[in-house]
């Protein structure tokens, strides 16, 4: 599953609002009062939400609100000066700072007034803003807070480190910047997919990739812009408006339309984040955007009957998603429970000429009617390349000769060594159900290779001038390893069947 949706309970959610929800959790709340033009509120954001994240990580009940006072009213809190920091404990203030706060002053204003408790702040990797940290082995199995780029590099790419030089200075208080030498990663080349170097390493709360776009200052800014860009922001009619102007044709946009907000946020607000570098999800409560989509749903309201019961309101039904894509509104059909099924819906809405290749398809693709040419990838890489390759092959056909899959090598690791041993990650193979035979070509793909590459595959192929891989006195091994990769598949989706059977 290439894109995994988060489903967790309302802890340290940070809610971008003029006022809390009704039912956002209040036990603890730390409200953050900002403006967007105040440089030293723009230093100290990060800090809160790195806060945020190690509370949400230690499973801590605490509501952080962050409240922009040139769009909202702050005079009744009597703010007369921000960044401000106001701290409440059930419903009554405990405790303000003024000003900017290194973060272990706001660590301390926390733990003491409040239960919670101070180790989950410790083993912090020190930074040092507008300069590139200088990092160890051992800070990879510490954990990075906020965004990291991360340059792993060699004797020979005294460029590159020129230039996240220069991105440190440019980004100073917003983003990390760190360098490792190639001679002390041995033991995180398998932990972070690198085969080769120079690897920049993108670190965001949840969010780790490799960086696969040109290797230039203009173009790694634009990247860390929308890195940094807020996820799962607020859509009104007129935003919506200005944003498919600024999109391209078929591109999607998908929305959380919603009544809840902390529901909305439960549901997707991780999911929005770590998935905002691939696809852009926006929430909206606006009454006029549910009228454009015809899309309504409902409030929790208070019956009219004697009992004066409150009538039971389905998630479903307070929190829809949808997807805008060429003028028109498509709903998700599946629960919101099932983060699957919606993973592979959001998929297939981002990328509708490509198939991903789960345990549900994986028989019906290794032993279809239909060759099938299959990216090889983790975390997504190149996907968007093999989508608009295959549209373009499907542009003015009623069908396609061929199938277009990917596989997340992640959710089948014993794939390449058991059937195309030795392929590196990206790759692009094409398999011939008829024959059993897998074709392909070693090569180490990327941006600027890939289209060429894989137009040629395919041409060698429809030409008969592949040559099967991996050699011919595997191909009866290999045939017998996809059995057994899907006799091991129907087994574990027996497993699963037989343990929810047990579980209802």
């Not at 440089?39 to 939400?49: G, S």
């Not at 790195?50 to 509370?55: A, F, Q």
Request: charged share 25%.
């Amino acid at each position: 599953m290439l894109l995994f949706i988060h489903f967790y309970s309302i802890l340290s959610e940070i809610l971008e609002t003029c006022t809390l929800p009704e039912n956002a959790p209040t036990n603890i709340v730390l409200k953050k009062f900002y403006r967007e033009t105040c440089p030293h509120c723009q230093r100290l954001a990060p800090l809160i939400e790195e806060i945020g994240v190690r509370l949400e990580r230690s499973n801590t009940p605490i509501t952080i609100q962050s409240v922009d006072c040139g769009k909202c009213e702050c005079s009744k809190e009597e703010i007369d000066a921000v960044p401000q920091l106001i701290l409440y404990k059930n419903n009554g203030e405990v405790g303000r700072m003024k000003g900017y706060k290194e973060f272990d002053e706001i660590v301390t204003f926390l733990t003491q007034n409040t239960d919670i408790n101070p180790k989950i702040f410790k083993h912090r990797i020190k930074k040092h803003p507008g300069q590139v940290v200088r990092l160890r082995e051992r800070d990879f199995y510490t954990g990075f807070d906020g965004p990291w780029v991360i340059l792993f590099y060699t004797s020979k790419d005294s460029h590159l480190r020129e230039i996240l030089n220069e991105v440190s200075k440019i980004y100073s208080e917003k983003l990390n910047v760190g360098e490792i030498p190639s001679s002390e990663t041995q033991n995180l080349t398998h932990r972070f997919n690198i085969q080769s170097y120079p690897v920049l390493l993108i670190l965001y709360n949840g969010i780790n990739m490799v960086y696969n776009h040109k290797m230039d200052l203009p173009t790694l800014s634009d990247y860390v812009d929308e890195l940094l860009e807020p996820s799962f922001k607020e859509l009104t009619l007129d935003a919506f408006n200005t944003t498919i102007k600024n999109r391209k044709i078929g591109d999607p946009i998908f929305i959380v339309f919603n009544t809840n907000l902390s529901l909305a946020n439960s549901y997707f607000r991780q999911a929005a984040h770590e998935y905002k570098m691939k696809a852009k999800i926006y929430k909206t409560s606006d009454p006029d955007l549910f009228q454009k989509a015809n899309i309504f749903p409902k409030k929790e309201i208070e019956n009219t009957n004697e009992t004066k019961e409150t009538e039971h309101v389905k998630d479903e039904d307070m929190v829809i998603l949808a997807v805008y894509r060429n003028g028109i509104f498509h709903q998700c059909p599946e629960k919101l429970t099932n983060g699957y099924k919606i993973s592979e819906w959001i998929f297939h809405a981002h990328f509708p000429h490509i198939t991903i290749i789960n345990n549900d398809n994986f028989f019906t693709i290794f032993h279809g009617l239909k060759p099938a040419v299959i990216l090889l990838t983790r975390e997504e890489e190149l996907v968007d390349q093999f989508e608009k390759l295959s549209a373009n092959r499907h542009i003015g056909l009623p069908f396609s000769e061929k199938v277009y899959g990917v596989i997340n090598v992640d959710d089948y690791p014993l794939f390449i060594p058991s059937l195309v041993p030795n392929l590196p990650v990206p790759s692009v193979f094409i398999y011939n159900p008829f024959r059993q035979y897998f074709y392909a070509q070693r090569i180490l793909l990327n941006e600027n290779n890939f289209n060429d590459f894989v137009e040629e595959l395919i041409e060698k192929y429809d030409e008969n001038k592949l040559k099967p891989y991996p050699p011919k006195k595997s191909y009866i091994m290999s045939y017998l390893m996809v059995l057994g990769v899907i006799i091991g598949i129907g087994l574990l989706l027996l497993k699963k069947g037989v343990a929810t059977k047990k579980s209802d």
